[in-house]
């Protein structure tokens, strides 16, 4: 008499997928981990370095709020706010980390559409950055045209607009929702140039991120017809 056929479980091949599936999950935390504590290059910034030489200090409220009352664009260069915020930023760490991780600078790229603040720290003689990226959008409500400036910068997928690209941790490019680890150290940079905020982001009608550049204008768009043009 034959004897019965005995049933074989798949229980080994889903146990190889699965141990598969957390070795390559390991494998991308580990290298994430790595180009996360990898500072990002910041020779390739205007005003790092000697190279740029020392620009003709101005003092940005002035020359904004001059900006304001002749009605005329001004162009600031990612060099000028950089060694600008280098003569005027007093950073320093604060809370639990404070004596033990510095924070030496401030920094701002300025890439085509978008900006990215840059926070460099040190800890233990070794340099870790942070940035956040910023875009600028005109939009209208109203009250009429306004300037809304959004912690992002383009989809961090190619072919989805969500999530957008928040920042970098080191070389690593994340999405939006990891900026609430460090949001609250940016939130409170604003408070510390409430004039020239003020002045370069409510009183102008329109600003514009070039390659360098910072492009701010406070005359309103008109049409061929001479009258205000909505956004």
Same mark, same amino acid.
Not at 43 to 57: F, K, Q, R
Not at 119 to 133: A, N
Not at 161 to 186: D, I, S
């Given at each position: 008499?034959?004897?019965?056929?005995?049933?074989?479980?798949?229980?080994?091949?889903?146990?190889?997928?699965?141990?598969?599936?957390?070795?390559?999950?390991?494998?991308?935390?580990?290298?994430?981990?790595?180009?996360?504590?990898?500072?990002?290059?910041?020779?390739?910034?205007?005003?790092?370095?000697?190279?740029?030489?020392?620009?003709?200090?101005? /003092? !940005? #409220?002035?020359? %904004?709020? &001059?900006?304001?009352?002749? $009605?005329? =664009?001004?162009?600031?260069?990612?060099?000028?706010?950089?060694?600008?915020?280098?003569?005027?930023?007093?950073?320093?760490?604060?809370?639990?980390?404070?004596?033990?991780?510095?924070?030496?600078?401030?920094?701002?790229?300025?890439?085509?559409?978008?900006?990215?603040?840059?926070?460099?720290?040190?800890?233990?003689?070794?340099?870790?950055?942070?940035?956040?990226?910023?875009?600028?959008?005109?939009?209208? /409500? !109203? #009250?009429?045209? %306004?300037? &809304?400036?959004?912690?992002? $910068?383009? =989809?961090?997928?190619?072919?989805?607009?969500?999530?957008?690209?928040?920042?970098?941790?080191?070389?690593?490019?994340?999405?939006?929702?990891?900026?609430?680890?460090?949001?609250?150290?940016?939130?409170?940079?604003?408070?510390?140039?409430?004039?020239?905020?003020?002045?370069?982001?409510?009183?102008?009608?329109?600003?514009?991120?070039?390659?360098?550049?910072?492009?701010?204008?406070?005359?309103?768009?008109?049409?061929?017809?001479?009258?205000?043009?909505?956004?």
């Amino acid at each position: 008499m034959a004897e019965p056929s005995k049933f074989k479980s798949g229980g080994g091949c889903f146990s190889k997928l699965l141990l598969l599936i957390l070795l390559a999950a390991a494998v991308g935390l580990g290298a994430a981990i790595f180009y996360a504590i990898q500072p990002q290059d910041l020779t390739d910034l205007g005003g790092h370095g000697p190279a740029t030489g020392i620009l003709p200090e101005r /003092d !940005l #409220k002035v020359v %904004l709020q &001059n900006a304001i009352d002749r $009605g005329y =664009p001004v162009t600031l260069s990612e060099a000028e706010i950089n060694q600008w915020l280098g003569r005027t930023l007093a950073t320093k760490q604060a809370g639990f980390l404070e004596g033990k991780v510095t924070l030496d600078r401030v920094w701002v790229r300025l890439e085509e559409e978008r900006a990215e603040v840059i926070m460099e720290r040190h800890f233990l003689g070794k340099s870790f950055t942070v940035s956040m990226y910023l875009q600028v959008e005109q939009v209208e /409500d !109203l #009250k009429g045209p %306004l300037l &809304n400036i959004t912690p992002s $910068g383009g =989809p961090y997928l190619k072919d989805y607009p969500y999530p957008p690209r928040g920042g970098r941790f080191g070389k690593l490019v994340v999405p939006m929702g990891f900026l609430h680890l460090v949001m609250p150290a940016y939130q409170k940079l604003p408070a510390l140039f409430p004039g020239e905020i003020t002045l370069a982001f409510t009183k102008m009608a329109r600003i514009r991120i070039e390659k360098g550049n910072l492009v701010l204008d406070p005359r309103e768009l008109l049409g061929q017809e001479g009258m205000p043009k909505t956004f």
